[in-house]
């Protein structure tokens, strides 16, 4: 039985770093949080942004919102120390809208930190734009998005994520509509705050720093890890019968 608690140690520790890799893993990809997802509706999208280098800072995102289904109004909510700039360009078809025609739409929404307020190593940054109307339920709105690093490297989030596929290595961040409330268009969302967004800091355990997938991985990982040195303990300190070893 001694013999046994080197391995079940090892098997609990090693359960519970797997999970928690796992859940740094998943919680490290440029993310959006939709206030809504209903049909019809008024949406502020939020962009969580880590940056995932140990030598070189987030400088510059850039945020790409469809054609096919486009946002005839964005938003863009202020980031204290980044410079905002959008892009409009030609629909590949006119769309109507209350009975007026439009060609083109904003087509892309760019960050660009100015000096020391770029997105260090072990920090993250959110973005947010409010955006309407959604299209109609069912469909997905993909926003590729491109994170520029102060060495020149540009990662693009622009994968897709296939249903019932194992996510890509770069998922492009995406919602999915859903039927408008009460079978009615949804009333608009409330206009961004003009208040300043936070600062980007390091992670230090507040509700803002992780999501919840990767609590509740990383509590797995934990308990897993308990469970392994639990199981060795007792075996460990279990009274042997004569003749046994």
């Known amino acids: 039985m ?80 980044w410079a905002i700039s959008t892009a409009t360009a030609k629909l590949p078809k006119p769309v109507d809208d209350e009975g007026t025609t439009i060609t083109e739409a904003v087509r892309t929404v760019t960050w660009t930190a100015s000096g020391a307020n770029a997105i ?50 770069k998922p492009a961040p995406a919602l999915t509509v859903t039927a408008a409330e009460g079978g009615h268009g949804a009333a608009p969302a409330a206009a961004p705050s003009a208040a300043p967004a936070a600062a980007a800091a390091p992670e230090s355990g507040g509700t803002a720093s992780t999501d919840s997938t990767a609590r509740w991985l990383g509590g797995g990982g934990l308990l897993a ?6 199981a060795g303990v007792l075996g460990w300190t279990r009274p042997r019968k004569d003749g046994q070893v």
């Open 120 to 169: 260090r190593p072990e920090q993250y940054q959110e973005f947010a734009i409010s955006v309407g109307k959604l299209p109609a339920a069912g469909k997905t709105v993909v926003l590729p998005a491109d994170q520029t690093y102060s060495n020149g490297e540009v990662v693009r989030w622009n994968q897709p994520t296939e249903a019932g596929a194992a996510e890509p290595d």
């Open 225 to 230: 890890g308990v469970v392994g040195i639990g």
């Open 2 to 81: 001694r013999s046994t608690l080197p391995r079940l140690l090892t098997v609990g520790a090693l359960a519970g770093l797997t999970l928690a890799g796992t859940a740094a893993s998943a919680s490290a990809h440029v993310r959006v949080t939709p206030s809504t997802t209903a049909a019809g509706s008024y949406s502020q999208l939020t962009f969580r942004v880590p940056n995932e280098r140990d030598d070189a800072s987030t400088t510059k995102v850039t945020v790409t919102l469809p054609q096919a289904d486009p946002f005839l109004s964005v938003s863009v909510k202020p980031v204290p120390g």
